[in-house]
T-cell receptor, first 109, second 113 residues
Framework: QKEVEQDPGPLSVPEGAIVSLNCTYS??????FMWYRQYSRKGPELLMYTYSSGNKEDGRFTAQVDKSSKYISLFIRDSQPSDSATYLC?????????FGQGTTLQVKP | KAGVTQTPRYLIKTRGQQVTLSCSPISGHRSVSWYQQTPGQGLQFLFEYFSETQRNKGNFPGRFSGRQFSNSRSEMNVSTLELGDSALYLCASSNGQGGTEAFFGQGTRLTVV
């Protein structure tokens, strides 16, 4: 079993839709949860990070962690074509990032 | 503030050769981590250097090695290249103080033929 599981998609939505991206993880000791966005031919860019449980909001993006079910979510409101990218969940543990496989998102105008 | 710089951006090497990749972290950052990204395995941690010392290591064979210089710049070396080493190699820099914010470079695309 992988430490972090993420559905690779692809996920295609119309512009303006609410997007939900999800990951599950296996180790209850994990505390730092990140979401990265990666455009084609670019390195990953940190979107948000959350420590322990709860929600964190930044503009159109909301990150949510449910430690009881070992579930991480990223919600994108009012999605735009410029949000089309691969979204990677990651967990920082013992000094290294453990990534999910990444979900490819396409937002159609 | 300049970002993380990786050179070269693209490389084509022959099986059996060796290769060296370079990473210049954000000014003031003392930690440099290296990751390999492939379509099949995704992003996988190679190793981390902090203040010229390897602080963390992933599950890669000994053909993969690295080092960090006193100015925090880092190099990664892969010897005896195999076709399966073809990947995007990414470098990330952080302040290294249990820092949660790691900033990635654009990567070096290595193709082994």
């Amino acid at each position: 079993q992988k430490e972090v599981e993420q559905d690779p998609g692809p996920l295609s939505v119309p512009e303006g839709a609410i997007v939900s991206l999800n990951c599950t993880y296996s180790n209850s000791a994990f505390q730092y949860f990140m979401w990265y966005r990666q455009y084609s031919r670019k390195g990953p860019e940190l979107l948000m990070y959350t420590y322990s449980s709860g929600n964190k909001e930044d503009g159109r993006f909301t990150a949510q962690v449910d430690k009881s079910s070992k579930y991480i979510s990223l919600f994108i409101r009012d999605s735009q074509p410029s949000d089309s990218a691969t979204y990677l969940c990651a967990i920082l543990f013992t000094g290294k990032l453990i990534f999910g496989q990444g979900t490819t998102l396409q937002v159609k105008p | 503030k300049a970002g993380v710089t990786q050179t070269p951006r693209y490389l084509i090497k022959t099986r059996g050769q060796q290769v060296t990749l370079s990473c210049s972290p954000i000014s003031g950052h003392r930690s440099v981590s290296w990751y390999q990204q492939t379509p099949g395995q995704g992003l996988q941690f190679l190793f981390e250097y902090f203040s010229e010392t390897q602080r963390n290591k992933g599950n890669f064979p000994g053909r993969f090695s690295g080092r960090q210089f006193s100015n925090s710049r880092s190099e990664m070396n892969v010897s005896t290249l195999e076709l399966g080493d073809s990947a995007l190699y990414l470098c990330a820099s952080s302040n290294g103080q249990g820092g949660t914010e790691a900033f990635f470079g654009q990567g070096t695309r290595l193709t082994v033929v």
